[in-house]
């Protein structure tokens, strides 16, 4: 579990916990929520606890001693710290599969190192797959990992396509995927009030709850826009054979459209324990904890066009899909720059898109040849970045 202690993490032991008979927990990892992991720890006994940093590990370690003296006790858990702690408990031998669920591009490469050791990785964090590109898949392909997705988005396009999309989208009969997105917390918000919206209207979304970075994506449509880049990779799909459509009601995950006009939806209630208890019993079906879904309660399905006005992350993220290689790390790279700006409440919602403009323009096309290149191209971009919010606060 690459990152329990999120939104993700935590529906994901959800998911776990209902069938002691079919999963153990080999290892947790967690940034900063001491509190949480210990309770998750004692919960799952898991043989290795991973904390970025080495002072938090000290502190699990201490609670978990503490906690051994009463009646729960994790007393064959291990408490490790660093990067490569987390790059090593992803590709432990004992390990089959992998919850790649770190926010952001710190999850690149704890994946990654899933992926070389051939696991089954179940992948959330969507910022590793956009930053890694054409080298991420290549290294699925050549070490035989599985790749199963949980973005509900792309695990319901995964759900709805035959099995051999790999070899391109018209030998398996499709015409497009139709990528859906909710629209989030200001799709009708008037357009002039949106430079004064704050970090809690930003992550109160309508339809899911999620960390805080994904949430500002959400109402930015970044997240479709990194959303649309992962479609692009996981599916071999070309950027013109994926659509956004903007559907409110969160029921429809997204669709596959086929040469001969079927469209088949993948459709449930906006709970990612569905995609996540898919990806974890695949090719099986286990049970998830949601409630089953009330169509005559939901009524009605809307669909709309996305408005680029409102959302220029998507036109950037677009963009970037089109260029390829370089493009999408940096777009990625600034847009976590520019969302922990807004969070903290350094830069305005709009700014966030015109900060990740200006590191685009200022880039130089770069070839990259692997993580290194991929590494260059971020610390460039962050930097650049950072640069652009000094002048934003002067
Ligand atoms: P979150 O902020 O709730 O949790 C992030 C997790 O990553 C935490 O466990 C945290 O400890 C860990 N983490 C943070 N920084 C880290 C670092 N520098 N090094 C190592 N670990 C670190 O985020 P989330 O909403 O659970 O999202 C996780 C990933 O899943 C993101 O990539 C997101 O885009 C994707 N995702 C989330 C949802 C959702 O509903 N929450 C849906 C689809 C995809
Ligand atoms: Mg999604």
Same mark, same amino acid.
């Given at each position: ?27 947790l ?12 720890? !004692? ?13 938090r590990?000290?502190q $699990? ?12 006790? &994790? =007393? ?22 992998v919850?790649?669920?770190i ?5 690149l ?9 051939g ?5 959330a ?14 290294? $699925? ?22 099995? =051999? ?9 499709v ?13 009708n ?8 919206v ?14 805080? =970075? ?14 649309? !880049?992962?479609?692009c ?10 659509? %956004?459509?903007?559907?409110?009601q ?6 596959v ?5 079927? %469209? ?12 996540? &208890?898919?990806?974890?019993g695949?090719p ?6 949601v ?37 999408? !790390? ?14 903290n ?28 290149? !991929? ?17 934003l606060?002067?």
């Open positions: 579990m690459l990152g329990s202690t999120g939104s993700i993490g935590v529906s994901t032991l959800d998911v776990v916990a209902r069938h002691p008979e079919r999963f153990h927990v080999v290892a990892t967690a940034h900063s929520n001491v509190e949480r992991v210990v309770e998750q720890a !004692i919960q799952f006994q898991p043989r290795y606890v991973v904390m970025v940093d080495a002072k590990a000290q $699990v370690r201490e609670r978990l001693a503490a906690r051994a003296l009463g009646v729960n006790m &994790a =007393k064959n858990t291990e408490v490790l710290s660093g990067v490569d702690a987390l790059c090593e408990v992803a590709a432990l031998p004992e390990v089959d599969v919850m790649a669920a926010v952001g591009a710190a999850g490469l704890p994946t990654l190192s899933a992926v070389r050791a696991k089954r990785i179940l992948l964090n969507k910022e590793s797959l956009v930053m890694g590109g054409e080298f991420f898949m290549r290294a $699925v392909q050549e070490s035989g990992a599985e790749l199963l997705p949980v973005d509900s988005e792309h695990n319901a396009i995964f759900q709805c396509m035959p099995a =051999k999309v790999q070899t391109g989208l018209e030998n398996a009969g015409a497009r995927i139709l990528l859906t997105g909710s629209g989030g917390p200001f799709r918000t008037p357009l002039a009030q949106l430079p004064a704050t970090p809690a209207q930003a992550c109160a979304h309508p339809n899911w709850s999620m960390g805080r =970075k994904i949430s500002v994506d959400s109402a930015t449509m970044m997240n479709k826009g990194l959303e649309f !880049i992962e479609a990779l996981l599916f071999n799909a070309r950027p013109d054979q994926v659509e %956004v459509v903007v559907h409110p969160s029921v429809i995950h997204s669709m459209e086929y040469l001969d006009g079927s %469209v088949l939806a993948q459709m449930g209630n906006p709970d990612m324990r569905t995609p996540i &208890a898919h990806a974890l695949w099986e079906r286990i049970r998830s904890g409630p089953l879904l009330d169509l005559i309660k939901v009524a009605q399905l809307h669909f709309e066009a996305p408005d680029e006005a409102r959302f220029p992350c998507l036109r950037q993220a677009k963009s970037a899909a089109l260029v390829g290689g370089w493009a999408p !790390i940096a777009l990625n790279a600034a847009n976590e720059v520019a969302v922990d700006a807004f969070l409440e350094k830069i305005r919602f709009t700014d966030i898109a015109n900060l990740i403009d200006g590191v685009l323009q200022g880039m130089t096309a770069s070839t990259i040849e692997g993580i290194e290149c !991929i590494l260059a191209v971020d610390q460039e971009a962050r930097r650049s970045a950072c640069q652009a919010l000094e002048r606060r002067r």
